[in-house]
């Protein structure tokens, strides 16, 4: 099952707050989604390792992540980035899903934006 996860603000947040983002890999963090739809990643992609690095606290099949809960990944990412550089994480459960270094950093970045900028997050599956 997919899963798309978007920030959102009362009004969908502005695409430009994401554009120092790099393009992730395997379909992951991506750019250039309808024009009026906010910038987003593939969800599904990062499940496992945002349930991780959260120890379960935070699940992206959640249909709306407040602020408090995005601000917690955020964290919870740029620690994880900051413990394991250069490290890829492999999803245990799918190993065929191997998140490399700069997706992950990717994945950070894109959080720490939303979170800077009060976005909840949407996930639609």
Same mark, same amino acid.
């Given at each position: 099952?997919?899963?798309?996860?978007?920030?959102?603000? *009362?009004?969908?947040? +502005?695409?430009?707050?994401?554009?120092? *983002?790099?393009? /992730?890999?395997?379909?992951? *963090? +991506? +750019?250039?989604?309808?024009?009026?739809?906010?910038?987003?990643?593939?969800?599904?992609?990062?499940?496992?390792?945002?349930?991780?690095?959260?120890?379960?606290?935070?699940?992206?099949?959640?249909?709306?992540?407040?602020?408090? =809960?995005?601000?917690?990944?955020?964290?919870?990412?740029?620690?994880?980035? =900051?413990?394991?550089?250069?490290?890829?994480?492999?999803?245990? +459960?799918?190993?065929?899903?191997?998140? !490399?270094?700069?997706?992950?950093? %990717?994945? %950070?970045?894109?959080?720490?934006?939303?979170?800077? !900028?009060?976005?909840?997050?949407? /996930?639609?599956?």
């Amino acid at each position: 099952m997919g899963l798309d996860c978007f920030a959102v603000k *009362v009004v969908d947040a +502005h695409p430009a707050l994401f554009a120092e *983002v790099p393009r /992730g890999t395997e379909g992951g *963090v +991506h +750019h250039g989604l309808l024009s009026q739809q906010p910038q987003g990643f593939y969800g599904s992609r990062y499940a496992a390792f945002v349930d991780r690095v959260t120890d379960g606290e935070i699940s992206l099949y959640t249909p709306l992540l407040p602020v408090d =809960a995005v601000k917690t990944v955020a964290d919870a990412l740029a620690d994880w980035v =900051a413990e394991h550089p250069d490290t890829s994480w492999t999803d245990p +459960h799918k190993p065929d899903v191997v998140l !490399n270094p700069p997706e992950v950093q %990717a994945l %950070a970045q894109w959080f720490r934006i939303a979170a800077d !900028n009060e976005c909840l997050v949407e /996930g639609w599956s």
